[in-house]
């Protein structure tokens, strides 16, 4: 079992700036894959970003704005935010893979002003 908590949402007004962290607990020893994911009102969920011991990779819509990192001394994944547009709204969610499961974190709210 990996058990996930996110932080760092908030309100923010567009062009602004925010990081999000995902702390990782549990049988967290395996696992590799870890990403971002993020769901509008009425809208699918969708990955924002993954990273992996092989690299990252980003949807098209942040590239050049968003950045994933990772600290594996402290499991924790991190999403940096930059240059944010109001379509940014949604609830972000981390996610990590183990054992060809796929766990989720609770969310956290990222609200963008125009």
């Known amino acids: 079992q990996v058990q996930l908590v996110e932080s760092g949402g908030g309100l923010v007004q567009a062009g602004g700036s925010l990081r999000l962290s995902c702390a990782a607990s549990g049988s967290i020893f395996s696992i590799d894959y870890m990403g971002w994911y993020r769901q509008a009102p009425g809208k699918q969920r969708d990955k924002v970003a993954h990273i992996t011991s092989g690299g990252s990779t980003y949807a098209d819509s942040v590239k050049g704005r968003f950045t994933i990192s990772r600290d594996n001394t402290k499991n924790t994944v991190y999403l940096q935010l930059n240059s944010l547009k109001p379509e940014d709204t949604a609830v972000y969610y981390c996610?990590?893979?183990?054992?060809?499961?796929?766990?989720w974190g609770q969310g956290t709210q990222v609200t963008v002003s125009s």
């Open positions: 996610a990590a893979g183990q054992g060809g499961l796929l766990y």
